[in-house]
């Protein structure tokens, strides 16, 4: 009896939906099956009058008409909807049109690919090495004695007794000896580590580009043509430089590079610390015990390494007094580069 009921009006449900076309037509329908006087819902109440063991099966047969009708409800009113408002859209042909904002990329990642250029037309190839280093590769392959300071807690992220968070790219000068025979010229720019306190001027993590060139007969002289070719086509012809001496436990000599003060044009002004000059890399002639540590014969070659920091020669370009703006992601940073 109540199962023929539920036939009939789910079948009559199925006609009138087919009659409807806009939301007012739908609303009469969902009032006539669906409301708290609708045909539907009224059949629930004659539920209770069943026999006791007609009820479930005739319970399941009335929820799943009203689960049906309600469906079917649903769906038709959000095609409706969405139609009626795509009918509603005017367009206003006279409004000024939106600009999409365009990405870009990081001013480091366009300062390291700017400096990879250089060096690719000056000869150099392009390799990579882990930021997660051995002891070995980061300080006793270099050179560095066991007690040098740099080893200490203060500068270096531990990880274990021999391995640590690389402190400079220099341990990729190891890896590429130790895997390649030479000629070997090469940059390896990457991500290092330092535990310093983060301020204006420095940052627990930056990134570096490494060069190294060895051969038979490489000279001081070519470590500086390639360094001044460098520096003009980076930060303008007309610059000045100098090399002074300096000291790196995996190069012998060692000279540091300045160029001219940007700013005061080598007068003397708070970014130059009132000296004109401007230190832009270390770099050095490959010491002997380095060339041992990769089984390079020491006696018929000779070679030199630099390394640079990527933020401060973007700061010393770009005239940023910062570094931490790099890591912010501020877009009212970001967006002018
Ligand atoms: N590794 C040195 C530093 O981090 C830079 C350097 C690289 C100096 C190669 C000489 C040769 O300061």
Redo the contacts with the bound molecule.
Sequence with gaps: MLSESVRKIHSDFESDLIGVSNLKDLEDVRTKYLSRNGLITSLFDELKNLPKEEKPLAGKLLNELRDFASNQFKSLKDKLELSSSVDNQKIDLTLPASFKKLGSRHLLTQTLDEIKTIFKGLGFSVFDGPELESDYNNFEALNFAPDHPARDMQDTFFISKDYLLR????PVQIRVMSSNKPPVRAIMPGR?YRNEAVSSRSYCMFH?V?GLYVDTDVTFAELKGTLVSFAQQFYGGDLNYRFRPSF?P??EP?AEMDITCYLCHGKGCKVCKQTGWLEIL???MIDPNVFKSVDYDSEKLTGY???MGIERTAMLKYGITDIRVFFENDFRFLKQF
Excluded: D, I, K, R
């Design positions: 402190t400079h790219t220099s290092v570096q490494e790196f995996f190069t060692s270390g770099c050095g390494a630099f390394g």
